[in-house]
């Protein structure tokens, strides 16, 4: 099992430029969220997809966030365009269906750095 | 809604100390309760859970009882280690809603040689 796989590791950006964050959910899972890190704020759940249907975006920040995920396999986040205060960390998680007592396998997260 | 409550960190300790860190909750209907650890540099992996009144959740010498009538997964271990040292986050995943876990804000934990 290779657990959930999120590229890049590490993305530096210019302020205004177009960002898109990949994730690889572990084979089998139904359900799949973004979360955003930041000291501030702490972990903010950004979108949850069950069988790649977006079930709940409201915590998408605005407009310029989109989340997509065309098949099982296979997940984007994108910030067109970016901005200073995007900057943080992006975990993606899975878990194998929808249930109360169901835990959830995060990725190791992309490190957004927007200058 | 639902919401869970951590006590602020830093949590900073010596090796072998007694470690708890406090959770409440706020839930409708019966949640599950789970407590997820961040080493550094890593994602959330989860530590332990409890689905039920009175269970309880252990792993790794951690431990954490599931209170309802006080609304409280405290995490407790009897003696750290330094490699203890991470951040924990409380979460619950509630009935009758939309299975989407809340989490706590999380709680740094040091420990010392």
């Known amino acids: 099992d290779a657990g959930v796989i999120q590229s890049p590791r590490h993305e530096v950006t210019e302020m205004g430029q177009e960002v898109t964050l990949r994730c690889k959910p572990i084979s089998g899972h139904n359900s799949l969220f973004w979360y955003r890190q930041t000291m501030m704020r702490g972990l903010e759940l950004l979108i949850y997809?069950?069988?790649?249907?977006?079930?709940?975006d409201s915590g998408m920040p605005e407009d310029r966030f989109s989340a997509k995920m065309p098949n099982a396999s296979f997940s984007t986040l994108k910030i067109q365009p970016s901005e200073p205060r995007d900057s943080a960390v992006y975990f993606c998680?899975?878990?194998?269906?929808?249930?109360?007592?169901?835990?959830?396998?995060f990725g190791s997260g992309t490190q957004l750095s927007v200058l | 809604g639902d919401s869970v409550t951590q006590m602020e960190g830093p949590v900073t300790l010596s090796e072998e100390a007694f470690l708890t860190i406090n959770c409440t909750y706020t839930a409708t209907g019966y949640p599950s309760l789970f407590w997820y650890v961040q080493y550094p540099g890593e994602g959330l992996q989860l530590l332990l859970k409890?689905?039920?009144?009175?269970d309880k959740g252990s792993n790794k010498g951690f431990e954490a009882t599931y209170r309802k009538e006080t609304t409280s997964f405290h995490l407790e271990k009897g003696s750290v280690q330094v490699s203890d040292s991470a951040v924990y986050f409380c979460a619950l995943s509630a009935s009758g809603g939309s299975y989407i876990p809340t989490f706590g804000r999380g709680t740094s934990l040091i420990v010392h040689p």
């Open positions: 998680a899975s878990s194998q269906k929808q249930a109360t007592n169901e835990k959830l396998f």
């Open positions: 409890a689905t039920k009144a009175d």
């Open positions: 997809f069950n069988n790649n249907v977006p079930i709940d």
